[in-house]
Each structure stands twice: as structure tokens, then as C-alpha cells.
């Protein structure tokens, strides 16, 4: 967005290398074009004369014009590069429109412009620019702004009279909304992109991780309720899992080393609801359904092999019994675990030995096997009773089961993934209307 006219901003977007050709430039100001020129030169006012007659009823002009024409022609004010004529409503306004059709706004403003204040504030994220200042105010013997703000231990360290100028704390306030401060002397925003997009996949792949095993336990659960089964879990083994296990294997995904490929996702928009509710069930069932599904039949297998070790059901020896089931229960849930937080920690990459040399590190390693360590000391100290063969055959072959069913799972859902890109590339997101050239 510029403050000038369209032909001055549609220069100014012509240098910054913005397509400035057919229905890639808005004036957000009220009223008739010509009330914009502001320089009285000939061959100025032609060009702005053949610009507006190429230009005219083809987008809308104004910022109250834009909202019918999205709702009656095409979203073509949507996805243009340059607006000209803003003013601080405006923009506001414009960027409410946008927020409204599910877009996601980043606003990047000078700090020293206190007219900027409610951008910030209105768009998603903001990032404020500490600009040089002018040739005039250097020479009447102002300080330009200089990052890091001169806090009081800066103060007290430097030998001359340094203090928080009047500049300094009126950047400072404008800048409250906005997440990020930078200095034209260090744009590091793409770095700072790919670092935020690594750490929302990972957000992304911790978060599934962490609700399926939470919500697989509790299925896991209650569907031993549903056939009147003892509990799979003694109350040590729930807290082991719950406070110790999930919250450990969730984090792989931040343990593992950057992607170079994740500057190359298409996200698409901000969907406003989930639509592919039918997709995440499977997913959940293909990742989880090992679990409370097999597990429950592996339990009351072990309760009839125990029969003969208890004689007389609910004798003595009925809690030793007990005890012991639900300590190798918790060793398969533990296994099921670490074998889908392994597989699910990178979305789409094939669980192999070039897999792990690339993309795992030394805390990744430790994460995934701390879990592991833990359950077995406190399954093998003080058994109580003899193993059932049932609980100890589940402890090996259920993990294997889940290996292979989270990879079948994974190769759907990379699938959908690689469809969803292409698609991505391909749509334009633009609906024809009768401005249309075509």
C-alpha cells in the first residue's frame, strides 16, 4: 500500500518489481480519478489520462466499493499487489475485508509513524521497520534510531550523555502490536519466515501426536469397560504415561533438524472450519486403532491364561495377576507410542536409515528412547506374578503390527499431501466476472 496517486504508485510499484499491468492496481481513495493528480505536468496528465481510460470500470474504486464488488463480480481486489491513495482507515478497513474472506495479514510499517498504531493492530502479525531519518534531521543534529533500544544498564555503561530520546519511546510505543522490530540495517525476515514455518510444522505434527495418543488411551479405556474388563492401566501406569511418556514423545518433532523444503509448502488459506472430517477419522484409525482395538482382546487373552496360576478366580493371587497384565500393558501402549511418534514426527518423509541419518539429532534419539527406558524399569522391577503369554507375545508383535500400519497410513496421507500441493500450484484462487478478459 502507498500513499500516492495511481500512476506515481503504480511506479513506485513497478520498481519494487510488482505486476502493475491489467487488474493489479486499486486506488483506495473516494471519488473520481483526477482529483488525485498532483503534478501539473503535460506529458504527467497523459499518462495519467490513458491510464484511467485502460483502467476504468475494470476494478473497483475506493474502499467502499470493494466490499460489493467481491460479493457481486470476482475477488480480483483480493489478490492484487498495489493499492495507491491510502490512508491509515483505509488500510484498516481493507485489511478487515481481507480478514473477513479468511485471508491472513502481515503488516510491515515504519515505527515513527504513530498513524500506523492501529494497523499493527488490526492485522494478524505485524513487523515494525525502524527507518533512517531524513538528511535535514541529521544535519539539525538528531541521532538516527539504532537497534537495540537503549535500555537503562545501556545507559548507565556508555560514558557520554546517552538517554531515551523522545524518537526512541514514540518507535517504542507504536510498535506495542507488533511482534517483530527491525532495523533496515538487518532484514532477516526470510530467515525469520523459514524459522517460523519450521517451528508451526512441528506445532502442527506435536499437537496431532500429542491428542491421538491422549485421546487413544482414553478409547483404550473405556472400551475395557465396554466388555466388563478389569482396568488395562494401574493408576502409577496412567500417571507414567499421562505426565512422563505423551509430553516427552510429543516433542520429537522439534528435535528434529530443519527441512530445507518447508520455504516450498504451499498453505493455502485459513480455512474458517474443518471440511475433511471423513480424512482425519482414517487418519486417527490408521495411526491408533492397534491400540484400542487389538489391545483389549490381548488383555482378556492374558486374564484366561492366568487362570491356572490363580486356581479359583479372585483368590489371592488375583491382584499379583492383575498387577503384572496392566505393567505389560503399559510396556505395549509405551512401544505403540514411540512407534508412532517416530514414524509421524516428519509428515511425509519414508521411515528409513537416510531418514534418520538427515533428519534426526542426538536429542531426538534420547527423546524417543528416555520413554522406553522408563516403562521397562518399572515393568521388570518386583514382578508379582508370572507373565502371561498373551502380554508377553502383544509386547513385541503389536508394536511391529502398529509399524506397519502407521506406514500404510502415512503413504495415504503423503498421497493427499502431494495432491493438495499440486493444487495448490494451480490454483490462482481467482473467480472470473464480467471484468474478466477472457
Known sequence: AVVSTQSTGRAFGTK??????????????????????????????????IFHSNYKARLPQGIRSIKPHLESVDNVPLLVPLFSSCTPPAITEMIQIMQENNELVCCVGSSLQSKNFRVFLQADSSIGMVPHLPQQCLISGIKDIT????????????????SLTCLHLSSILNTIPCSLVLSRDNLIVDQLIRVARHTSVSLKQSGHLMLGMYVSLSLYSLIHQLLLLPPPLSVPGCLILCLLNIPILATLPFTLSYDPAVMQLHTGKREAEITDTGRQYRHFLGRWSTLFFIGPLVTLGSLYSSCSYCNVWRSEREEAVLDTIQRFNLGVVTLIQVVNSVV???????????????????????????????????????????????????????????????????????????????????????????????
Open 16 to 49: 519494487l518489481g510488482l505486476e502493475t499491468g491489467w487488474n493489479c492496481h486499486i486506488s483506495l481513495a473516494e471519488g473520481d480519478f483526477d482529483q488525485f493528480s498532483v503534478d501539473s505536468d503535460t506529458s504527467a496528465d497523459n499518462d495519467r489520462n
Open 147 to 162: 537497534l537495540p533500544w537503549p535500555t537503562g544498564d545501556y545507559v548507565a555503561k556508555t560514558s557520554d550523555h546517552t
Open 344 to 438: 509421524f514426527a516428519h509428515r511425509t518423509k519414508k521411515l528409513s536409515l537416510r531418514y534418520f541419518l538427515k533428519n534426526w539429532t542426538a536429542s531426538t534419539f534420547i527423546l524417543a528412547l528416555l520413554p522406553t527406558v522408563v516403562t521397562a524399569v518399572f515393568i521388570i522391577v518386583s514382578l508379582p506374578a508370572p507373565v502371561p503369554i498373551p502380554s508377553a507375545v502383544s509386547l513385541i508383535i503389536l508394536p511391529l503390527l502398529q509399524l506397519g500400519f502407521s506406514e500404510v497410513s502415512k503413504m495415504f496421507d503423503r498421497r493427499l499431501f502431494l495432491r493438495f500441493q499440486r493444487r495448490q500450484k494451480l490454483k490462482f484462487g481467482t473467480k472470473l466476472g464480467m471484468n474478466s478478459p477472457f
